[in-house]
């Protein structure tokens, strides 16, 4: 019987203080993880955001992909409050991982005419559950 040490496994990647310079359409990059090579199976992954925008009546935009880049899925938000903090956290389960690296980006944006953006806080993590 194998150990659950090597069935349940738990990745993860910080990045903090990420200055957005960029308006839309371009991204800025705020965490990119390749994970080690990771055994067939069902995986998590998890994706925590905290950023701040300096306006109300404008939007911020943060893009993720689970394949380096080849396809995102985007959100936009307009703050409430330019002097909180926001927090957004995405995750999906992958059913049929085969063996292999999984490559998770996260990226970031303003919208045109935007004052500063910044995101203090963003994590990555991939668990294993089957």
Not at 27 to 36: A, G, I, K, L
Not at 62 to 86: A, H, L, V
């Amino acid at each position: 019987m194998p150990d659950i040490f090597d069935v349940i496994t738990y990745d993860n990647n910080i990045t903090t203080g990420t200055d957005i310079p960029t308006d839309d359409p371009d991204w800025t990059e705020v965490n990119h993880y390749t994970s080690r090579s990771l055994a067939a199976g069902r995986y998590k992954i998890s994706i925590g955001v905290i950023w701040k925008l300096a306006t109300v009546n404008k939007s911020g935009m943060i893009r993720y992909s689970f394949d380096g880049g080849t396809n995102w899925k985007t959100f936009q938000s307009e703050p409430k409050d330019k002097t909180n903090d926001n927090a957004n956290d995405f995750s999906m389960t992958v059913e049929n991982h085969p063996d292999g690296p999984f490559d998770v980006r996260v990226d970031m944006t303003k919208e045109a005419g935007t004052a500063s953006m910044d995101c203090s806080y963003c994590e990555i993590i991939i668990e294993r559950k089957g």
